[in-house]
């Protein structure tokens, strides 16, 4: 069994690296793209490959052998001990011609570039629309566009799950708990607590808190809210932000240092899990069409980052100024945050905006590189992942 730092230890080792000047082995690190080729829907590896005496010194390089088939195209990605050791990929994936809603499961812990066949599946695959009572779909469809994941416990790894449901249409959705072990409903938010429904936005569960956060429309305002995802309690209110998520043609929610970040349109706002009696700041322009916020789980960037279709807006202080704006080289399709050395990884058409986040006093030139990845047609997601064995870095 091979052993590796968790991301709370690495991002220490690279702290004090920096400041005794000593060189720490690096672990490559893996990107897990999600996306639709000729064959059908399939999950892959790349390595993020840096060679100062390479032309370019910096490329995305898939492992060879990485190529995992998907019963459906993949919607939404989450990680189990995501701010650990990121020791699980779940994968929700979805074809409604196919009548087809499921959750796949694949093993982080022992990722080799050198032998793909760690990279394999964790547990069978679970079939999500066949476990939701009848009584909570009410006949619907189930139009699942995201799913978060609990974190590890005594009983099993990442035991609970949260999925979006936002199939109900009006700017509503639903929020359906399950037990991953046991392969059952536990509750629906907007069926078990009715008085505060949950808005298509999206959710984020904690694992740290181990809670479930998400928004609803309250009287022209946004409120944010959170519940423990055994639905033990009544859902607690978190804050207010001035902005309507309920009628926003364009809305996001997502984690970011010490509390939610909320997008609606061309406006942007954070409530904080602890205002400390302080009223919060007001919203902030941002990125005109931002359909997006880049999710920071650790809370480790001072910035908050707006994704578009076609542009990135940079946020610093988060909510101070105008924001600094990049425009992206072929459509966005999804985005993830490396929140060691601070890289996000912008998937794209044809493939992959590297976007650097350490807050230079002068950012680089080279702030944001785009790296073509042949047979990125179709992307969908992605994820990222250390892999288990080090390599040499440059000092």
């Given at each position: 069994?091979?052993?590796?730092?968790?991301?709370?230890?690495?991002?220490?080792?690279?702290?004090?690296?920096?400041?005794?000047?000593?060189?720490?082995?690096?672990?490559?690190?893996?990107?897990?793209?999600?996306?639709?080729?000729p064959g059908g829907a399939q999950l892959q590896l790349l390595e993020d490959v840096r060679d100062p005496l390479a032309t370019p010194p910096r490329s995305l390089v898939p492992v060879t052998g990485s190529s995992r088939p998907l019963p459906a195209p993949p919607v939404s990605l989450?990680?189990?001990?995501?701010?650990?050791?990121?020791?699980?990929?779940?994968?929700?994936?979805?074809?409604?011609?196919?009548?087809?809603?499921?959750?796949?499961?694949?093993?982080?812990?022992?990722?080799?570039?050198?032998?793909?066949?760690?990279?394999?599946?964790?547990?069978?695959?679970?079939?999500?629309?066949?476990?939701?009572?009848?009584?909570?779909?009410?006949?619907?469809?189930?139009?699942?566009?995201?799913?978060?994941?609990?974190?590890?416990?005594?009983?099993?790894?990442?035991?609970?799950?949260?999925?979006?449901?936002?199939?109900?249409?009006?700017?509503?959705?639903?929020?359906?708990?399950?037990?991953?072990?046991?392969?059952?409903?536990?509750?629906?938010?907007?069926?078990?607590?009715?008085?505060?429904?949950?808005?298509?936005?999206?959710?984020?569960?904690?694992?740290?808190?181990?809670?479930?956060?998400?928004?609803?429309?309250?009287?022209?305002?946004?409120?944010?809210?959170?519940?423990?995802?055994?639905?033990?309690?009544?859902?607690?209110?978190?804050?207010?932000?001035?902005?309507?998520?309920?009628?926003?043609?364009?809305?996001?929610?997502?984690?970011?240092?010490?509390?939610?970040?909320?997008?609606?349109?061309?406006?942007?706002?954070?409530?904080?899990?602890?205002?400390?009696?302080?009223?919060?700041?007001?919203?902030?322009?941002?990125?005109?069409?931002?359909?997006?916020?880049?999710?920071?789980?650790?809370?480790?960037?001072?910035?908050?980052?707006?994704l578009s279709r076609s542009a990135v807006a940079i946020h610093d202080g988060p909510l101070n100024g105008d924001p600094e704006e990049f425009s992206l080289t072929a459509p966005l399709a999804g985005a993830t945050l490396e929140p060691v050395e601070r890289f996000a990884y912008l998937?794209?058409?044809?493939?992959?905006?590297?976007?650097?986040?350490?807050?230079?006093?002068?950012?680089?030139?080279?702030?944001?590189?785009?790296?073509?990845?042949?047979?990125?047609?179709?992307?969908?997601?992605?994820?990222?992942?250390?892999?288990?064995?080090?390599?040499?870095?440059?000092?």
């Amino acid at each position: 069994m091979k052993h590796f730092p968790t991301v709370l230890a690495l991002l220490t080792l690279l702290i004090l690296g920096g400041c005794t000047g000593t060189q720490e082995a690096a672990l490559p690190t893996l990107l897990i793209v999600g996306s639709v080729q000729p064959g059908g829907a399939q999950l892959q590896l790349l390595e993020d490959v840096r060679d100062p005496l390479a032309t370019p010194p910096r490329s995305l390089v898939p492992v060879t052998g990485s190529s995992r088939p998907l019963p459906a195209p993949p919607v939404s990605l989450d990680v189990v001990e995501r701010n650990g050791s990121r020791s699980e990929l779940v994968v929700l994936v979805r074809d409604d011609s196919l009548d087809i809603t499921e959750l796949h499961f694949f093993d982080l812990s022992d990722l080799d570039t050198g032998d793909p066949n760690f990279f394999a599946q964790s547990r069978t695959p679970i079939d999500v629309a066949s476990i939701l009572p009848v009584e909570v779909t009410e006949g619907l469809p189930v139009c699942l566009t995201q799913v978060q994941v609990g974190p590890g416990t005594a009983t099993g790894p990442g035991r609970y799950a949260a999925l979006l449901d936002s199939c109900t249409g009006a700017g509503i959705a639903e929020v359906h708990v399950i037990d991953l072990q046991e392969e059952e409903h536990l509750f629906s938010l907007a069926n078990e607590f009715t008085g505060v429904r949950p808005l298509p936005a999206g959710i984020h569960v904690d694992q740290e808190r181990d809670l479930l956060f998400f928004a609803s429309a309250d009287f022209g305002e946004t409120a944010v809210w959170s519940t423990p995802l055994t639905g033990d309690t009544v859902p607690q209110l978190v804050g207010n932000a001035d902005l309507d998520l309920e009628t926003a043609d364009r809305a996001d929610l997502a984690p970011a240092s010490n509390g939610i970040a909320l997008l609606a349109d061309d406006l942007l706002a954070l409530v904080p899990f602890d205002a400390g009696g302080d009223t919060p700041p007001g919203p902030a322009t941002t990125l005109t069409a931002g359909e997006s916020i880049l999710p920071d789980p650790l809370g480790n960037l001072e910035t908050l980052v707006v994704l578009s279709r076609s542009a990135v807006a940079i946020h610093d202080g988060p909510l101070n100024g105008d924001p600094e704006e990049f425009s992206l080289t072929a459509p966005l399709a999804g985005a993830t945050l490396e929140p060691v050395e601070r890289f996000a990884y912008l998937l794209e058409e044809g493939g992959i905006e590297i976007l650097d986040l350490f807050p230079y006093a002068e950012p680089p030139a080279d702030r944001l590189l785009f790296r073509e990845v042949a047979g990125l047609d179709d992307p969908r997601v992605i994820s990222w992942a250390f892999a288990s064995q080090g390599a040499a870095t440059t000092p």
